[in-house]
């Protein structure tokens, strides 16, 4: 099946810094999309970006299918942005979404 | 503001007893999906429904597990004989019946078995 790769696993920023969060895939997809959890757990969804470029706010993120990563790109972060970052794909004819394990992120005050 | 719910919130049983989950997808979705997360396993997906029929429930252990959605506003997920192995954070989440389409996630269950 379709693997799917996040990185950096864990991140700490200074409140204010830029981050970039990097997620690969190992077959070509038809549907992504990065999710936020938050520190009680709900899953917030960020971004349908199976290709191309959204702005929302403070986020954005590309995703060059033909290359087979996105990028989600958090500016002027802020302690609420703290929390886990997942990108789910799916693929192979699947409508699953699978998970990757995520990005940990922690912005200190 | 439409949103996927999910009832419990929380769940602490024994071993042995019976548990049902429930999920009320959003309004005019027609596909269901149940995931589960566990910090060794992360999110994985147990199963999902479009226009109340199962189309995949390959990662949901069969002689235990079972999925059904009565009606078009009602998802059930339910476990018996539950096992501590199950416990485990349970979300429900709803589409519009492609690939092509947001996931939207319900708040989960977290399931405790003793």
């Known amino acids: 099946g379709i693997q799917v790769e996040q990185s950096p696993p864990d991140l700490i920023l200074q409140e204010g810094a830029n981050s970039t969060l990097r997620c690969n895939f190992s077959?070509?997809?038809?549907?992504l999309q990065w999710f936020h959890q938050n520190p009680w757990g709900q899953l917030i969804n960020l971004f349908y970006?199976?290709?191309g470029t959204k702005q929302n706010g403070r986020l954005s993120a590309t995703t060059v299918a033909t290359e087979r990563y996105s990028l989600l790109y958090i500016s002027s972060s802020q302690t609420t942005d703290s929390g886990v970052y997942f990108c789910?794909?799916?693929?192979?004819?699947?409508?699953?979404?699978?998970f990757g394990k995520g990005t940990k992120l922690t912005v200190n005050p | 503001d439409a949103r996927v719910t999910q009832t419990p919130r929380h769940k602490v049983t024994e071993m042995g007893q019976e548990v049902t989950m429930r999920c009320q997808p959003i309004?005019?979705?027609?596909?269901v999906f149940w995931y589960r997360q566990t910090m060794m396993q992360g999110l994985e997906l147990l199963a999902y429904?479009?226009?109340?029929?199962?189309?995949?429930d390959s990662g949901m252990p069969k002689d235990r597990f079972s999925a059904e959605m009565p009606d078009a506003t009602l998802a059930t997920l339910k476990i018996q004989p539950s096992e501590p192995r199950d416990s485990a954070v349970y979300f429900c989440?709803?589409?519009?019946?492609?690939?092509?389409?947001?996931?939207?996630f319900g708040p989960g269950t977290r399931l405790l078995v003793l």
């Open positions: 309004l005019g979705h027609n596909t």
């Open positions: 970006i199976p290709s």
């Open positions: 789910a794909v799916d693929g192979g004819g699947s409508e699953k979404l699978v």
């Open positions: 429904f479009r226009n109340r029929a199962p189309l995949d």
């Open positions: 989440a709803s589409g519009l019946g492609s690939s092509r389409g947001t996931q939207y």
């Open positions: 077959d070509s997809v038809n549907n």
